[in-house]
């Protein structure tokens, strides 16, 4: 499979997930309180589309620099750069676990900084998300206090992972 084909897979794939996930929690509403996290802003394709799809939740954005489309840009008492290791686990030491969702596309496909990644990323997902909160990522997480979830039938063929927070 290209490339192409691959980047294209991952982004129906990620679509159809924020998509279940924000409806989920809209239909939730205040019994499933918290803001939404987002690690990595990227270019804010992904925080522009789930500040459409939420009814107005509070989207909490983590990236190391501001390098996203103007239009993408969350309010400044929204975004918190650096780096990410640091920045989550501080912000999980002066709020808690109290994400009701958080969505994490920080991987780019090379091995070993994928395997990098996995050593950090489950500890820093685990501290931010409340119990019961769901958790959509592009890397595979082992933790605990995270329990995998299946993908929906006829999700597109691409490495993707949901868990929900013990």
């Not at 990227?42 to 459409?52: D, F, M, Q, S, V």
């Amino acid at each position: 499979m290209s490339r192409l084909d691959k980047f294209v897979d991952r982004l129906l794939m990620q679509r159809l997930l924020l998509d279940r996930a924000c409806q989920a929690l809209n239909e939730a509403g205040a019994s499933q309180p918290g803001p939404v996290i987002e690690l990595g802003l990227g270019n804010g394709r992904t925080y522009h589309h789930l500040r459409e799809k939420l009814d107005g939740r509070r989207i909490v954005v983590f990236d190391r620099a501001l390098g996203a489309h103007p239009a993408s840009h969350p309010p400044r008492e929204d975004l918190i750069l650096g780096d990410i290791r640091v920045t989550g686990m501080a912000y999980a030491e002066r709020h808690g676990a109290s994400a009701a969702m958080l969505h994490a596309d920080l991987g780019n496909g090379i091995r070993a900084d994928d395997l990098k990644l996995q050593a950090w990323l489950p500890h820093v997902v685990y501290a931010l998300v409340r119990p019961g909160g769901q958790v959509i990522t592009s890397t595979e997480l082992e933790h605990p206090g995270l329990a995998p979830e299946p993908l929906p039938p006829g999700a597109p063929d691409y490495e993707y992972f949901l868990y929900r927070r013990l």
